[in-house]
């Protein structure tokens, strides 16, 4: 040990011995001498554990209400995992050899209805109808898989759809991973991906009425498993 070392070493000793002297205890100043001196680990070690003990952060309410909120039970009756959405081009021709469609291919009505189904990841129903579902099958892209999808509309699910008492939900490259009953509102959790189209049905829990002329859009928000809201739009008949 340098002699230069010893000096520092005897300072501080008598500097802890007057803090004890005066007060029965080393003065802050004095512990903060011998802590920057030599302990450097041990300085290391003060650091991270007052991290450890750092009080965490609160729960909120919307975080409980979801925690508690009841699920509601879900089937996915079509599930066509190599599902993509036709090409511009592909929808364009498909469009245009539909005569149900092609003399109005290019008016203001089509042009909405079109872009309603084609930006959104999400279509819901209350109501069925086998000729407005062309629409939403049509318009979407879903049209390259449809075969897929009739199986799901049974006689005794289009009735109980049209009553009220269940409901329906396209997830476009989306996956389903959980449903719950919110306050007022259905909230579906979701993942995205590349590919993908499922039919989602579920019992009603909302009191839904039965189907009118001018349905009322079913109450579901959507969220990714990040987080992130998926918009929905309505594919009942308008």
Known sequence: MGWEKMKRYRHIGIVLLGAYLVSGCP???????????????????????????????????????????PAVNFDVCADVEAWQRPSESEQSR????????????????????????????????TTYGLSARMEPITLSGVWTVADDLWGCYSPETTVAINQGSRA????????????????????????????????????RVDGGSAATDHPTPLPLDVVTVAGEPVTVTSGDWQ
């Not at 997830?171 to 590919?195: C, F, S």
Request: charge should be negative; avoid cysteine; charged fraction near 15%.
């Open 27 to 69: 003065s802050p100043s004095a512990s903060s001498l011998l802590v920057s001196s030599g302990a450097t680990a041990h300085s290391t070690q003060v650091t991270v554990a007052a991290h450890t003990l750092a009080p965490t952060a609160a729960v909120t309410a919307d975080q409980r209400q979801a925690a508690n909120a």
């Open 94 to 125: 498909q469009i245009a050899s539909n005569p149900r469609y092609a003399e109005a291919a290019d008016s203001d009505p089509m042009e909405r209805a079109s872009v309603q189904f084609s930006d959104h990841a999400v279509i819901s129903f």
């Open 168 to 203: 329906e939900a396209w997830l476009l490259n989306q996956h389903i991973r959980d449903l719950k009953w919110q306050g007022d509102r259905y909230v579906m959790t979701v993942e995205p991906a590349d590919t993908g189209l499922q039919v989602v049905m579920f019992d």
